[in-house]
């Protein structure tokens, strides 16, 4: 109860106030039924708050991916969707009252930091690794969701190939010079049969001809190989990185705001239904992945 009460006084103060010296803010608009076009910019002090500026301007503008399901990606009708995108709308919906009043720009992973830190978007929902790297130009909220190295392999040999240790004399697709290449050898007390390929989708293709008896890559990667190889499933988990949230730094007020957010989210049940529309719906999941811990 005294973490509800927390969150509500929180959001409360972002309608109240604008900038981190408490100035008036305009009084909310009512928001469009459909994503909202940009409105006239209201005149805001530099120290501006991210959630003031997205109360102000009267939509959150959201980072996301545009070719990573089931995070985010483009529907057969033009539309995005996915577990990241279905987020972004549900913060949009408690802190703007319109699960409407968002915009979506399409990031890439290389390149979600820059877009943060140009002023592109308000925070980034795209699958993105908290790492210590990451901390030099953004801030990051409680990780969502538990990523990591895991193995594709056909359904047929799930009993077999339960991790990597189970690989011992069979051929294994991974990406040249990826992380998942390196991480395979230190997981395992034997040399490994590897077939290297340049870009991902090459390798689940080699496994779809046979060629190859797993895919070791991250399980976010690993999702989309499931949907394009039948009767196919994700096992086998043997690394963890948190996939996080990402915001501007030096906002403790907006830091906050998304992580109560995220926690009220959790304990009303909100995080556990998009969880299971998106990811456990997928090929295959580990126990207890969300939220991370």
């Known amino acids: ?135 030099a130009g953004a801030d990051f909220s409680l990780p969502y969701f538990s990523d990591g190295q895991a193995l594709l392999v056909r359904a047929a040999d799930a009993g077999a190939i339960s991790g990597p240790m189970s690989l011992e004399g069979r051929p294994v697709g991974v990406v040249a010079w990826e992380e998942a290449q390196y991480t395979l050898w230190e997981a395992v007390t034997f040399t490994p049969t590897l077939q290297t390929y340049s870009r991902f989708d090459e390798a689940v293709a080699a496994m779809g001809r046979e060629e190859v008896d797993a895919v070791a890559d991250m399980r976010h990667r690993l999702f989309w190989g499931a949907r394009v190889i039948p009767e196919t499933v994700i096992t086998g988990q043997y690394t963890a990185a948190p996939l996080a949230l990402a915001f501007p730094q030096n906002d403790p007020f907006f830091a906050n705001l998304v992580n109560l957010t995220f926690q009220e989210m959790v304990s009303d049940g909100t995080y556990a239904d998009l969880y299971a529309r998106w990811i456990l719906l997928a090929p295959s999941r580990r126990g207890g992945d969300w939220p991370w811990r």
Not at 48 to 74: K, M, W
Not at 106 to 123: F, H, K, N, W
Request: aromatic share 6%; with cysteine; charged share 20%.
């Open 1 to 135: 109860m005294k973490r509800i009460c927390t969150f509500w006084l929180l959001l409360a103060a972002l309608l109240l106030t604008s900038c981190a010296g408490g100035e008036a803010a305009v009084s909310p608009t009512s928001a469009p039924a459909t994503t909202p076009l940009p409105s006239t910019p209201t005149s805001l002090p530099e120290n501006a708050t991210t959630g003031a500026r997205v109360r102000a301007r009267g939509y959150l503008v959201v980072g996301v991916r545009y070719d990573l399901q089931p995070f985010g990606y483009i529907t057969d009708e033009g539309e995005v969707a996915g577990f990241d995108i279905d987020v972004g709308r549900e913060l949009a919906r408690r802190w703007l009252g319109d699960d409407q009043a968002v915009q979506f720009h399409q990031v890439r992973s290389d390149t979600a930091i820059e877009r943060l830190q140009a002023g592109d978007v308000d925070i980034i929902i795209a699958a993105l690794t908290h790492t210590q790297g990451g901390e």
